[in-house]
């Protein structure tokens, strides 16, 4: 799998009440989240967001609360894959078990710049840079969780356990 | 080579004589908690697993807290989901409004979490427990959605970090300003995917509502749970309040640590955690003159009988500041009835307080005290990100009941002995 897009740059820490304010969980529509995703982190962002373009950031992105609304937000506004120094554990969780796709990768976040085009092959956790020529690494993906993906998230790994017994 | 008490009950927990740290495990959970914000997707997620009913009635628990009672349709709507998939599933844990309480304060309250406990739950204060000496963590919907229909869960095992605290706590520092001053030195990531254990002569003499404000603010270091190694103080608390049995674990004297942090609190200020984030720690004696709109005393980190007390201690013969409004909101229904029949209320209501109902409500910007634009809030809350409680330029400092109460007296960050001479 390749995700290709635009490079949208965000610092450090980004916790998950600037990428979904908690004043519109009384929601869990994702068509509703997205048109408020990252609102306080960049008000434009819903806006100028295009479908398939890349969150690139920097450490600890999702830290907070454990509000699953966070990585359905990002993923309804149609953004393809998140890059970042480091994720919050249970930002990392959710975004497994809802299926948006997210690299760990320090280099990456230190090399592309706004606005700069980026592919991702996934399979082989690799970051193209293609605006700048350059190539960096991802950490690769523990194979439980890869289990996990493959399944197509969490809760149809855990029906297709419920179904078989086991 | 010992074992952490976290990796003792993670291993208890997966039917396993030994965990290592970085290990994947799958877990037996013997609580799976969700709220009205969280639970809602976890009930749309559970029903697509196909099972008819939850794992077991007694421990799958739903507390609406955040925006209840609710704020408005779209809130009712959410809040009477929980109901309707309570009443539907049997639930013997479903709290309502007018005896529920903020859930962190209450589940520990109501002996539905014990030590050696295993417990996940869609709230990322769930690391609260751990003051218990449980083990217990925030997860996403999702991952409660699939607890609610199997009992079990897959966690990494953490490293973990020992924190050792010696010495003498001052009058005024408790359970708030070691865990604000503890985030100040290892940083908002310093304990990313760990487990922090909190350990030592101060924390032996530390009351359990210091302990479940320490470990509720493991998560602002990035850790995955807090601990503290159960004691008399924690025997003295489950006993004839636990619903199940208990068990006491505790860490191997040769168990392996990534880190060990030695504190001395001698003389330990209280700390207030300035914007924007809890890292931003200093001792209230060099705040300088910040003044405030707002104080909020009250949430799953300070919400406590033993909060509203330290509170009143200086709030007593004081007004509150003609410039700030003081919103005092107990954590439970409980907490509430004994902050009555002890004073306390009344001394936040002559002091010219408004004291809610319990609810999350303005911490995390609900309602019940958002900010406008500008607006300065102290709140013995756990977060002060950008537009937490209000407007994305308001402004959230974090501190402990005592300071809170001083600076809704003075209308300034203030500390409590310059109120109570």
Redesign the interface.
């Known amino acids: 799998m390749i995700y290709r897009g635009k490079a949208w740059k965000f610092g450090a820490d980004v916790d998950t009440d600037a990428i979904i304010p908690a004043r519109y969980l009384n929601t869990s529509d994702p068509a509703e989240l997205a048109k408020h995703c990252m609102e306080d982190a960049d008000p434009e962002f819903p806006a100028k967001v295009q479908p398939g373009d890349i969150i690139v950031a920097g450490k600890n992105f999702g830290c907070g609360s454990s509000r699953e609304h966070a990585p359905i937000a990002i993923k309804a506004a149609g953004v393809s894959c998140v890059i970042a120094k480091s994720f919050a554990r249970i930002f990392y969780r959710n975004a497994f078990n809802i299926g948006l796709p997210i690299f760990e990768s320090p280099e990456a976040a230190e090399g592309i710049r706004e606005g700069d085009e980026v592919a991702v092959d996934a399979g082989r956790g690799v970051i193209q840079n293609l605006t700048r020529g350059e190539e960096y690494r991802a950490t690769p993906v523990p194979e439980f969780m890869q289990q996990i993906i493959a399944a197509g998230g969490l809760i149809n790994y855990v029906a297709r356990r419920v179904k078989s017994g086991k | 080579m010992g074992m952490t008490i976290t990796e003792k009950i993670l291993a208890a927990h997966a039917g396993a004589d030994r965990v290592e740290p970085g290990q994947?495990v799958n877990v037996k959970v013997d609580l799976a908690l969700g709220n009205d914000?969280?639970a809602?997707?976890a009930i749309?997620?559970f029903e697509?697993?196909?099972?008819e009913t939850v794992w077991d009635r007694d421990r799958v628990v739903l507390v609406p807290d955040?925006?209840v009672p609710n704020?408005?349709i779209?809130?009712a709507e959410?809040a009477l989901q929980l109901k309707q998939f309570a009443r539907k599933h049997n639930l013997t844990y479903y709290y309502e409004v007018g005896r529920m309480g903020i859930e962190h304060c209450l589940l520990p309250e109501q002996g539905l979490v014990g030590p050696g406990d295993l417990v996940i739950g869609?709230?990322?204060h769930?690391c609260t427990y751990g003051g218990l000496g449980a083990f217990s963590t925030?997860?996403?919907?999702?991952?409660l959605?699939?607890a609610m229909?199997?009992g079990e869960t897959?966690l990494?095992v953490p490293e973990s970090i020992k924190f050792v605290y010696r010495g003498e706590l001052p009058r005024w520092v408790g359970g708030k300003d070691l865990i604000l001053y503890t985030i100040g030195q290892i940083g908002?990531?310093g304990a990313?995917?760990m487990a922090m254990e909190f350990t030592g002569p101060v924390i032996e003499r530390l009351s359990m509502d210091g302990r479940l404000t320490m470990a509720n603010m493991a998560?602002e270091a990035?850790a995955?749970n807090g601990i503290v190694p159960p004691d008399e103080v924690t025997r003295r608390y489950v006993e004839g309040r636990a619903k199940r049995p208990y068990q006491f674990y505790q860490s191997d004297p040769d168990a392996h640590y990534a880190r060990v942090y030695d504190f001395d609190v001698s003389k330990l200020e209280p700390q207030v955690a300035f914007p924007h984030?809890p890292e931003n720690a200093r001792p209230v004696s060099e705040a300088g003159e910040v003044t405030i709109d707002q104080v909020v005393i009250g949430s799953c980190t300070n919400g406590r009988l033993e909060d509203l007390r330290q509170a009143a201690s200086v709030l007593r013969g004081h007004k509150v500041n003609d410039n700030v409004r003081l919103i005092v909101i107990p954590g439970t229904q409980q907490v509430y009835m004994d902050a009555l029949r002890e004073g306390l209320v009344e001394v936040f209501i002559e002091a010219g307080a408004a004291v809610s109902t319990p609810t999350c409500g303005p911490c995390?910007?609900?309602y019940m005290g958002i900010l406008a634009k500008g607006e300065r809030c102290l709140a013995t809350t756990n977060?002060n990100?950008?537009?937490?409680m209000g407007h994305?330029e308001s402004e959230v400092y974090l501190a402990g009941p005592a300071v809170a109460a001083a600076s809704a007296v003075l209308g300034r960050i203030a500390g409590p002995w310059e109120v109570v001479k």
């Open positions: 994947l914000i969280t809602p997707v749309r997620e697509k697993i196909g099972v955040h925006f704020k408005d779209k809130s959410q869609a709230d990322s769930t925030g997860v996403g919907s999702t991952d959605a699939a229909a199997l897959w990494k908002v990531d990313l995917y998560v990035g995955k984030l995390l910007g609900g977060r990100f950008v537009g937490r994305p």
